[in-house]
């Protein structure tokens, strides 16, 4: 499911959780080219065990 929230610069995803790395990375291609995960934050787990995953950008 992709979701677009209340800011333009704002996309929520879910995708499964074996998949979740490969995605971010995809997408951090995709947005940045540079293949740097630096920006990559783990979160704690969500109440089901699945962990949450963000990528902040600063512009």
Known sequence: MISQGASKVNISLIVNDDEAEGCVEALHKSF????????????????????????????
Not at 32 to 57: A, C, H, K, W, Y
Request: hydrophobic share 30%.
């Open 32 to 59: 940045f080219e540079s293949g740097d995960l630096s920006e990559l934050l783990i979160q704690p787990r969500l109440g089901n065990g699945s962990p949450v995953r963000t990528m902040q950008v600063d512009n």
